[in-house]
């Protein structure tokens, strides 16, 4: 009788991830289509002159949209969740903020790592998912135990907080 209730708590909080991870894959979708007109441009950019100045202002305005979309995110999350999920996932809404804002320091890694291809330095492409995901084995088996699903999440907004 307990090994099923387990299952079932097991089966409920792996909803809450997923429901909670719709928000920051909208987000994360969002920055992908921007990202790939990016490096195209980083590609063409960076043997200009003004380079350190044109990648410096997109840089800090990609950062402020990201931090306005977290926000508006964080801010409205648990009305989205209201209107979307049953009422048994409702605690999603808790894990979004915490998500977000790890696909906020995802996507500003990625905008700072565009740098290492046309620098013709992509062994820092390795180094950086090696530290990453070192650290988010580390952070896992650290907080998972003690917050449960918010370990998680915060494990994941951690471990992309080393790669920036």
Not at 52 to 57: A, D, H, I, L, P
């Amino acid at each position: 009788m307990k090994k099923n209730q387990e299952n079932k708590k097991e089966h409920s909080n792996t909803k809450w991830i997923i429901q909670s991870f719709i928000m920051t894959f909208i987000l994360s979708m969002i920055f992908a289509v921007f990202f790939t007109s990016w490096q195209i441009s980083v590609i063409e950019e960076f043997k200009k002159e003004d380079y350190e100045s044109f990648f410096n202002k997109m840089l800090r305005l990609v950062v402020i949209v990201l931090f306005v979309i977290f926000v508006m995110l964080t801010l409205c999350c648990k009305y989205f969740i209201f209107l979307l999920v049953e009422p048994a996932y409702y605690e999603a809404w808790k894990f979004i903020p915490v998500l977000t804002l790890g696909a906020v320091l995802l996507s500003i890694s990625g905008m700072l790592g565009s740098n290492y291809l046309p620098a013709r330095q992509s062994k820092y492409f390795f180094y950086t998912s090696v530290w990453g995901a070192a650290s988010a084995i580390i952070f896992n088996l650290l907080l998972i135990p003690v917050w449960g699903i918010m370990g998680a999440s915060v494990s994941i907004l951690l471990s992309f907080g080393v790669t920036v």
